[in-house]
């Protein structure tokens, strides 16, 4: 059993930057690591995917969020940049050994987090 647990998330107004903090208490060498957002009514969406040095980011979010890997691959970070008020939601961390060639799928993940709310207003 892996527990992972977030930290960071706030309120900022729109073109803002928050960095979102993901710790698991085991490291995950070979699997992979992800952060998926949701907003009530909606399905749990793929944010971005890292496994080793591959690392798949969801289109509207290219080029204003970050993902960085600590070497111990116990920590997940997320630098979000130029946010949008589309970007609201709950953001949840997620770790899986294993399935990992679908990276942004939230069904292919094993332990997920608590989650941290982002809110972003215009």
């Known amino acids: 059993q892996v527990h992972l647990v977030e930290s960071g998330g706030g309120s900022v107004q729109a073109g803002g930057s928050l960095r979102l903090s993901c710790v698991a208490s085991?490291?995950?060498?070979?699997?992979?690591m992800a952060w998926f957002r949701q907003v009530p009514g909606k399905e749990r969406e793929g944010v971005v995917g890292?496994?080793?040095?591959?690392?798949q980011y969801t289109d509207s979010v290219r080029d204003r969020f970050t993902v960085s890997r600590t070497n111990a691959k116990t920590t997940l970070s997320l630098q979000m940049d130029s946010l949008k008020p589309e970007d609201t939601g709950m953001y949840y961390c997620?770790?899986?050994?294993?399935?990992?060639?679908?990276?942004?799928?939230?069904?292919?993940?094993?332990?997920w987090g608590q989650g941290t709310q982002v809110t972003v207003s215009s």
């Open positions: 997620a770790s899986s050994s294993d399935n990992c060639e679908w990276l942004l799928r939230p069904d292919k993940y094993t332990y």
């Open positions: 085991a490291p995950n060498y070979d699997g992979c």
């Open positions: 890292t496994r080793n040095a591959m690392i």
